[in-house]
């Protein structure tokens, strides 16, 4: 990752980064940032001196074919930890449990509590499940990251990276040793993760939205679907009308050869 990306990544992007000092030399810490792009897993590890272990959905993994293969080796090379997805409690048990193995061995774990990458550059709602509980059941400080203009650079969908340079703001280390032992009180959790949310939201300057990231893809997915269900529906009526007009005139311009017909047969 530090050789063959890293480098590329610092040379080409130039990214500029604030509080380096916050990110400890050595020990478990958690980096809680916000997710703008696909690249933020990259951008981040390229510019610490430290290994950061993410998780990434199993699917990265499994793909099959030869690009299948060449993605779960890609994402294997940069210490990526594949997540199963499935299941009752999904990719938030099985991220509490990386999360855990990561910190036990005295390393650095990278974790979105927003889930997903955010759908239009705001910072929605954190999930509390996997920071929250990751945090309280191993005691490692929460140190908040804001990723700045990465969305950018690469917008979902978008292949080829715009060369422009993004930014990386790292605030001071949240200590929630205070509330260790109650990794299963919901409210504990919440309180937690709203803290997190709001030191990332200072960081980053992003508009905060009180929903999470997941519904508001579903919303957005919803609305597309209706807005293509009514422009299909415009266009079927419209296509009656002028189905209608044109029946309308081709009888109008038959009526006076009826009208000459009948005379001519009349008595």
Do not use: C
């Not at 409690?89 to 910190?103: D, N, Q, T």
């Not at 001071?172 to 040793?177: A, S, V």
């Not at 079927?236 to 047969?265: D, F, I």
């Amino acid at each position: 990752m530090k050789v063959a990306i890293g480098g590329p990544l610092k040379l080409a992007f130039r990214p500029w980064v604030e509080g380096l000092e916050n990110v400890p030399a050595e020990g478990p810490a958690i980096l809680a940032s916000n997710h703008l792009s696909f690249s933020d897993s990259f951008f981040l590890p390229a510019v610490l001196d430290r290994k950061v272990t993410f998780i990434a959905k199993a699917e990265y993994f499994t793909t099959p074919g030869v690009k299948g293969r060449l993605t779960a080796a890609f994402f294997k090379g940069v210490g990526q930890l594949p997540v199963d997805r499935s299941g009752a409690r999904g990719a938030g048990e099985a991220a509490i449990r990386s999360g855990i193995e990561v910190l036990e061995r005295g390393e650095l774990f990278g974790i979105y509590p927003e889930g997903t990458r955010s759908p239009d550059g705001r910072l929605y709602r954190g999930k509390p499940g996997g920071l929250a509980r990751v945090a309280l059941a191993t005691g490692a400080p929460v140190i908040p990251v804001a990723m700045i203009d990465t969305e950018k650079i690469q917008p979902p969908g978008q292949v080829r990276p715009k060369l422009m340079r993004p930014g990386i703001r790292i605030g001071r280390p949240l200590d929630f040793t205070r509330y260790q032992g109650m990794e299963h009180d919901r409210f504990v959790l919440r309180a937690v993760t709203d803290e997190v949310m709001y030191e990332i939201m200072k960081l980053s300057g992003q508009e905060y939205v009180d929903i999470y990231a997941t519904a508001m893809k579903r919303q957005l997915t919803e609305a597309a679907k209706a807005e293509k269900e009514a422009e299909k529906a415009a266009k079927a009526a419209l296509a009656r009308v002028e189905k209608e007009q044109a029946e309308k005139l081709r009888a109008a311009m038959e009526q006076p050869g009826r009208e000459r017909t009948e005379r001519r047969s009349g008595p």
